[in-house]
Structure formats: structure tokens, C-alpha cells
């Protein structure tokens, strides 16, 4: 039977697991994932849909946008947040532990069914080749976040083929440890993109354009001037949550962006 007392904290790690992989168009009681992870946790789809627009809220990324209807967050809504925010690696291991655990119990294949987790292979310390386990849950989480923000598309350009985007860091690893899993240290870009960002080819202005260096323009580059040159000056497709800090864009700019050239 659907449980009517209050949210207990795995009940809650959960529901803020949901909303931080899950995109925001889909959060509501009809989705079918909806519908199965609220029944594991003895919750109806209608009061689980609910708690993730509490959730959203409580998220400027959304609240923002102007979109009605989103209040009644309840102090452990707004603590978990807090808590959240504050310790992203500690929240992305806690939340996918009360993930694993209603999925083993309730749906074996569920469980087993974690291809974001087979696919995290970066770095986690920056310096140590071994991935722990911990390592690729915080990976995972992640990449989920990152590329459902943006509805799984490269933010630049807007394709939409998974296998070839990538959730790229703002800030690296190694610079930053307390925002290595921060969603909002992070942009949905293709696999090209991701690497013209990383080594500094290109940037994120404060207005959310692209800013692109001329330092490898060439006149027998063509594919520079379509792939990367033609995209100077455009503006980002925004997230729906985790909009990205501008503090990290302007970290990004000072410490990596190579400069116009």
C-alpha cells in the first residue's frame, strides 16, 4: 500500500536521485519510470511526481524560467537540497546507494541495468589510473545529470546522439575537488566540442555565447570554420536545471580559453 506518512531520508535520496537524472519534462505521474520507481518505494506516481517539483522549486535554473505551480517544498526538501549543494561527491554515492538498494529489492533487473556506470572511465583523483567503484558511481551521476539537463543534447550544437556527447567539466578535476560532481561545474557537449573546451579552443562567455580562438584558423581548414569558427558568437542551448555557474565559466576563461588569438 502507497505509504502516507511523512518522506523518511531514503525515501527522499531517492526522489532527489530522480530529479537530478531525469529531465524536467518528464517529471510527472504518467512517465513510466514514474510510475515504477514509486511503487518501490511505496509511494503513488501522483506523490512522487509531486516531490519532484518540490524539488524543482528549489532550483533557480527552473523557478527562473517563470514556470507556475512550483512551491511546497517541505524543510526536508529544502535541507536535503542544502545538503546536496554542499557535498555533491557525499550526495552522489548516498543517493545512488538508496538507488541500488530499492532497485535490488524491488526490480533485480533494474539494478542491473546501469550502463552509466559501465561507462564512467575518467580520472577520478586526476593523478591515480585505478577507478574505484566509488569513482565510477560518481562519474555516472554525473554524466546523468549533466546530459538530462540538457535533454541529451551537445549544448553548441544540438545533436542528440548519446554515444557521442559528453558531460564536460567547466572547472577540470584536479582544479577543483569540491565541484567535481557539481551538474552546475558542467556542459553537454559532442565529443569534438568536449575536447575544443578542454584544451582551451573554446569558451562560454557570460551571456552564454560561444566565444571561439583564431589561433588554429587556417584558409585551407574548412572544416575548422564549419565545425568550430561558425559557432562564435551563438548563444548555448540552456539547461532546464543545473544552469552553469558563471563563476567556472569565468574560471574557464581566465585559466584555459587560449584568447581570441
Not at 501522483?46 to 514556470?67: H, Q, V, Y
Not at 585505478?130 to 562519474?139: F, L, N, P, V
Amino acid at each position: 500500500m502507497p505509504n502516507r506518512t511523512g518522506w523518511s531520508r531514503e525515501q527522499l535520496l531517492v526522489a532527489f536521485h530522480l530529479y537530478c537524472r531525469m529531465p524536467f519534462g518528464k517529471m510527472h505521474n504518467r512517465n513510466p519510470e514514474i510510475v515504477r520507481y514509486a511503487e518501490l518505494i511505496g509511494r503513488t506516481p501522483s506523490a512522487l511526481a509531486m516531490k519532484l517539483t518540490n524539488i524543482a522549486s528549489l532550483d533557480p535554473a527552473i523557478t527562473g524560467t517563470g514556470r507556475k505551480g512550483l512551491e511546497g517544498a517541505s524543510a526536508a526538501d529544502r535541507a536535503m537540497w542544502v545538503e546536496m549543494q554542499a557535498d555533491w561527491d557525499r550526495f552522489a554515492i548516498q543517493s545512488q546507494q538508496a538507488f541500488s538498494q530499492i532497485t535490488a529489492i524491488g526490480d533485480p533487473e533494474l539494478a542491473a541495468d546501469d550502463e552509466d556506470i559501465a561507462d564512467a572511465a575518467a580520472d577520478y583523483e586526476g593523478t591515480n589510473k585505478t577507478i574505484t567503484s566509488t569513482a565510477r558511481i560518481g562519474q555516472a551521476f554525473f554524466r546523468r545529470a549533466v546530459l538530462s539537463a540538457y535533454q541529451f543534447r551537445c549544448c553548441i550544437t544540438g545533436m542528440a546522439i548519446p554515444q557521442l556527447l559528453v558531460a564536460s567539466h567547466i572547472v577540470p578535476w584536479q582544479a577543483d575537488a569540491a565541484n567535481r560532481l557539481n551538474p552546475r561545474n558542467g556542459l553537454c557537449l559532442s565529443m569534438l566540442h568536449d575536447k575544443a573546451f578542454d584544451i582551451g579552443i573554446i569558451c562560454i562567455a557570460d551571456d552564454f555565447t560561444v566565444r571561439v580562438s583564431r589561433k588554429h584558423e587556417k584558409a585551407d581548414d574548412p572544416f575548422f570554420r564549419s565545425a568550430l569558427l561558425a559557432y562564435d558568437g551563438k548563444q548555448i542551448n540552456l539547461p532546464e536545471k543545473f544552469r552553469p555557474n558563471p563563476d567556472f565559466l569565468t574560471y574557464h576563461r581566465d585559466h584555459i580559453f587560449e584568447g581570441q588569438g
